[in-house]
């Protein structure tokens, strides 16, 4: 029996990607977050397409666009007719 992954998505509010000691940059103590950078995948160029939080997370967790989901500012909410990344992990056990 294969053995399922375990993913972990870390998304943070106004943190900049050099504010983690992995990366060399900052002086910063950041251990927990190194641990999993070492252990995991770490994505070192990546890019939002939106300047705020919801609808970046959302365009991470649908694979679709800001203006195709249709959340554009925050304080919104993702409506249940969208199928998203926890979809596609359940639907493949």
């Known amino acids: 029996m294969t ?10 509010d106004q943190m900049r990607s ?16 190194d641990k999993l950078a070492d252990e995991g ?13 919801t609808p970046s997370r959302a365009n991470l967790l649908t694979g679709m666009h800001t203006l195709s989901h249709g959340l554009v500012n925050n304080d919104m909410e993702l409506g249940t007719n969208y199928r998203g990344f926890a979809h596609c992990l359940n639907d493949n056990g």
Do not use: D, Q
């Open 18 to 33: 050099t504010a983690m000691g992995c990366s060399g940059v900052e002086k910063v103590i950041t251990p927990n977050l």
């Open 3 to 12: 053995k399922n992954p375990n993913i972990i998505f870390v998304l943070t």
């Open 41 to 53: 995948t770490r994505f070192t160029n990546a890019i939002a397409n939106s300047p705020a939080c």
